[in-house]
């Protein structure tokens, strides 16, 4: 396809599972970042990579995630050890270059996750 | 304080009126400025980006941005039911470790009315 896409589109996992969100970018795009929106709030930054290396990591909110973007193109956030407080939407972006300015993101659908 | 402020509303407007959104930013050093729309369930979609003081103008779309006093808006004129949605006002600082991320606020929500 053109756009993000992201997979699965809705987890339902109880707490104290892990859970594996996907994100293909569009292809050829550099830039690929992670997103977590709570309800009714806007986009929060978890983490940004360029190319397979992940340059900005700060926005992650514990140790218990986890980012990869092993060969460049598709990644993966992966949440061990669920907590309610992770219940969110997590949105996929990419962009054509490096993260400079200028540099509009598209965005994938997102996973929308809860944990019961 | 937020890096980005905007009013949450709800912002309600009938058809064919100028709905008129707000955001301001803290961050005297951000560079980049972007509009994206959200409709429910569904992800940011960008319709305006803006990059120095002044206006510019798509379609319908207007942004305006001000560095000064630290404020960018977004106009739609003819407002019409399918701009309902919720919009998000993003920026960019373009800074050292931060580069690329965007900061976004919580969103408008917007209903135009027939």
């Known amino acids: 396809g053109a756009g993000v896409s992201q997979s699965p589109r809705y987890k339902v996992a109880k707490r104290g599972q892990d859970v594996a969100l996907r994100c293909d970018p569009i292809?050829?795009?550099?830039?690929l970042f992670w997103y977590q929106q709570a309800l009714g709030q806007g986009p929060e930054f978890l983490t940004y990579?360029?190319?397979?290396?992940?340059?900005?990591k700060s926005g992650l909110p514990s140790d218990r995630f986890f980012a990869e973007r092993p060969e460049g193109s598709v990644s993966t956030l992966k949440i061990q050890r669920t907590q309610q407080e992770d219940s969110a939407v997590y949105l996929c972006?990419?962009?054509?270059?490096?993260?400079?300015?200028?540099?509009?993101?598209?965005f994938g659908d997102g996973t929308r996750l809860s944990i019961l | 304080q937020k890096e980005v402020e905007q009013n949450s509303g709800p912002l309600s407007v009938p058809e064919g009126a100028i709905a008129s959104l707000n955001c301001t930013y803290s961050?005297?050093?951000?560079?980049?400025f972007f509009w994206y729309r959200q409709y429910s369930g569904k992800s940011p979609e960008l319709i305006m980006s803006?990059?120095?003081?002044g206006d510019k103008e798509d379609g319908r779309f207007t942004a305006q941005l001000n560095k000064a006093s630290q404020y960018v808006s977004l106009l739609i004129r003819d407002s019409q039911p399918s701009d309902s949605a919720t919009y998000l006002c993003?920026?960019?600082?373009?800074?050292?470790?931060?580069?690329?991320?965007?900061?976004f606020g919580r969103g408008t929500q917007l209903t135009v009315w027939p």
């Open positions: 972006a990419s962009s054509p270059r490096t993260g400079g300015n200028n540099q509009p993101q598209h």
């Open positions: 961050d005297r050093v951000s560079q980049s």
């Open positions: 993003a920026v960019n600082k373009n800074r050292g470790s931060t580069l690329g991320r965007l900061y």
């Open positions: 292809s050829g795009h550099v830039s």
């Open positions: 990579f360029q190319n397979e290396a992940q340059l900005d």
């Open positions: 803006i990059y120095s003081n």
